[in-house]
């Protein structure tokens, strides 16, 4: 039976490295998958799913306001694929992921997405939101904290190595860098600043 899944880390947590290795298992049992992630600049289809550990593989995109269920149904209809993998999949809308819960009801393929919990303000991402309520299954994809403790928040920093504690949810090309840390170093980093 096709499931709507979730896979949910926080930043640099190799959920990339995941997702590539499971299309990656797919391909070695002749199974066809489609890659989608979000399209971060003007170029629509020019994707690219890499992870930090040096793999990468093209994928298609979504951008916010496109029907994702007319997009997969239409990619059905040139080949077979076996199963979705969307990374990124906190930039999706919720209509979005309504979308992708009736591509697994109705055309029955399965929908991996991948994607962070908390931006850097420790809010639910809306995309993430939306797959909270709607998975049929959800997996933590799991990374520490430099305690040692699990992670499950980010910060996001500036070049000297400070916390950023106000400013849109997603900031794209500035010089700023995340690191995740468990709830509690979160809070001292965070409490550090304001
Ligand atoms: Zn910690």
Redesign the pocket.
Known sequence: MAKLYFNYSTMNAGKSAVLLQASHNYRENHMDTYLLTAQIDSRAGEGRIASRIGISEAADTFAPGEDLFAKIKARLAESDVASIFVDEAQFLTSDQVWQLARVVDDLRVPVLCYGLRVDFQGQLFPGSAALLALADEMREVRTI???G?K?TMVIRQDATGRAITKGDQVQIGGNESYVS??R??WRAAVAAEN
Do not use: D, V
Request: proline share 0%.
């Open positions: 904290c430099h305690c403790k992670a840390l468990c509690r170093h």
